[in-house]
């Protein structure tokens, strides 16, 4: 079945630098990849997806990129800022009619 | 506004006692789950159900059950609860008409097994 691999587990970043979390998916005949935030002690929410007929999508200053043929997918955070603390989910589906394979998470810690 | 609740936040049950967790949500989706998120293992899939009275074993069913009798109602059962479903439970829900395939999530429930 679909697996998905998500790496860093955990990213220490200075504030105003990057981040970039990265996932990986074994299904080739998937089609959707959201990204959520679980803020501490809150909800996972989606912040940002993408389809597989587009390569990089953005929203402000956070930017998804996906790279069918290696099977890849990032999360960027540019211009990082202590409200982006929190871990981050990456999740693969084949439609919306499936159910999402999710990554183990990332936390990421922004250094004052 | 979708909204999803759970029943509790936060539940201490005793080794071998039957547990229910109840989910509701108000926006007419038809697709529920049911999630436990353990730290480094992310979001585990225990049961979903795409409609009233329909339910499909997730990736770790053991030790649980599920009953849909409502579309907007989705409970989790623990028949005999064990400390090694000590964890955080959360509830999830998303609307199969739509084509994009978001899930809004519930508050979460942290049982604590003694």
């Known amino acids: 079945g679909e697996n998905v691999e998500q790496h860093p587990s955990t990213l220490s970043v200075q504030e105003g630098d990057s981040a970039v979390i990265k996932c990986t998916y074994s299904?080739?005949?998937?089609?959707?990849f959201p990204w959520y935030k679980q803020e501490l002690g809150k909800r996972p929410q989606l912040i940002i997806d993408?389809?597989?007929n587009v390569g990089e999508k953005k929203d402000q200053r956070i930017a998804v990129t996906l790279n069918k043929t290696a099977k890849h997918f990032s999360l960027h955070i540019t211009e990082t800022q202590p409200e982006d603390s929190a871990v981050y989910f990456c999740?693969?589906?084949?439609?919306?009619?499936?159910?999402?394979?999710w990554g183990a998470g990332t936390k990421l810690i922004i250094k004052p | 506004d979708v909204k999803v609740t759970q029943s509790s936040r936060y539940l201490v049950k005793r080794t071998g006692e039957k547990v229910f967790l109840e989910c509701v949500q108000d926006?007419?989706?038809?697709?529920m789950f049911w999630y436990r998120q353990d730290p480094g293992l992310g979001l585990r899939l225990i049961y979903f159900s795409y409609d009233v009275k329909m339910k499909e074993k997730g990736d770790i069913p053991e030790g649980y059950s599920v009953s849909r009798e409502k579309k907007e109602r989705f409970s989790l059962i623990l028949e005999s609860a064990s400390t090694n479903q000590t964890s955080m439970y959360l509830c999830?829900?998303?609307?199969?008409?739509?084509?994009?395939?978001?899930?809004?999530f519930g508050p979460g429930t942290r049982l604590t097994v003694l």
């Open positions: 999740a693969a589906s084949k439609g919306s009619n499936y159910q999402l394979i």
């Open positions: 926006m007419d989706h038809e697709n």
């Open positions: 999830a829900t998303t609307s199969r008409l739509s084509s994009y395939n978001e899930q809004f």
């Open positions: 993408i389809r597989s």
């Open positions: 299904d080739s005949a998937s089609n959707y």
